[in-house]
């Protein structure tokens, strides 16, 4: 992974992380939804985490939350 989309996948995360809360549900509950795991979701959601998720997961999870795919990229 490059190093300059570290700060970019921290504000992704971020961002579901907060969606989610807003519609009230656990990590378990959007990865149930999303078809992964829930490590899987907590690394998406980690400050750290610096691993990429695919463009298909990435449409899920905002269709689950309900907020299209530019609110979840833009900055936190």
């Known amino acids: 992974m490059k190093e300059e989309y570290t700060?970019?996948?921290r504000n992704l995360g971020m961002q579901i992380a907060r969606y989610r809360?807003?519609?009230?549900?656990?990590?378990?509950?959007?990865?149930k939804k999303a078809g992964?795991?829930?490590?899987?979701?907590s690394n998406i959601e980690a400050?750290?985490?610096?691993?990429?998720i695919s463009i298909e997961l990435l449409f899920c999870i905002a269709d689950i939350l309900e907020v299209s795919v530019e609110e979840l990229l833009k900055p936190f």
């Not at 809360?21 to 959007?30: A, E, I, P, S």
């Open 21 to 31: 809360r807003k519609k009230g549900m656990t990590q378990m509950d959007l990865a």
């Open 36 to 41: 992964i795991s829930r490590t899987h979701m």
């Open 47 to 52: 400050a750290g985490m610096n691993k990429g």
């Open 7 to 9: 700060e970019r996948l």
